[in-house]
């Protein structure tokens, strides 16, 4: 089965992503700086769109899966089906839970694609940020972080609108 089909649409993800990326054809002036992640992923038309989007994602219910957002840079060691090793770094996107089977998905930084992992394949999880290690519990240390990357998100959403509240009751008076 493509293990692409477990995971629905994917937009970008709003932290910066490697600069090994290509550009987007037929751009004939020499970007100063890397280009913004979303200038890499679609056309220019469709950025716009994918930004709000992307912002109002706090969690989705995708058929019998429930889609958490989850952040971070992980180093893991991953068991596949046919029970090769190997340690994959991955900028974390989704954690789905579904019936059986719970994935985090996102852009596998040695492959340059979007991947989904099983939890209960993942031996060994480091965050390259933090510098933490787990090897115990991995899918509880998992939908720990997603709830507080969810939680953290919803907050700023809510701060977002207060702010915005407040500048349209300002210009009322």
Request: no cysteine; proline share 8%; net charge positive.
């Amino acid at each position: 089965m493509d293990q692409h089909s477990f995971f629905g649409s994917f937009e970008p993800h709003p932290g910066a992503l490697p600069d090994t990326l290509p550009d987007p054809p037929g751009e004939a002036s020499v970007p100063v700086g890397p280009p913004a992640p979303e200038a890499r992923a679609m056309p220019a038309g469709r950025r716009a769109a994918s930004v709000e989007r992307r912002d109002a994602f706090l969690e989705r219910q995708d058929g019998a899966w429930r889609v958490l957002p989850i952040e971070g840079r992980f180093e893991i060691v991953y068991e596949d089906g046919n029970g090769a090793w190997s340690v994959r770094r991955l900028q974390a996107h989704e954690l789905k839970i579904g019936p059986g089977r719970v994935l985090v998905g996102g852009t596998d930084r040695d492959r340059d694609g979007y991947r989904g992992f099983r939890a209960d394949r993942i031996h060994r999880l480091t965050d390259r940020d933090t510098g933490e290690r787990v090897e115990r519990n991995i899918l509880d240390w998992l939908t720990r972080r997603a709830e507080g990357t969810r939680r953290a998100r919803a907050a700023a959403m809510r701060r977002a609108a207060g702010r915005a509240g407040r500048r349209s009751g300002a210009r009322a008076a």
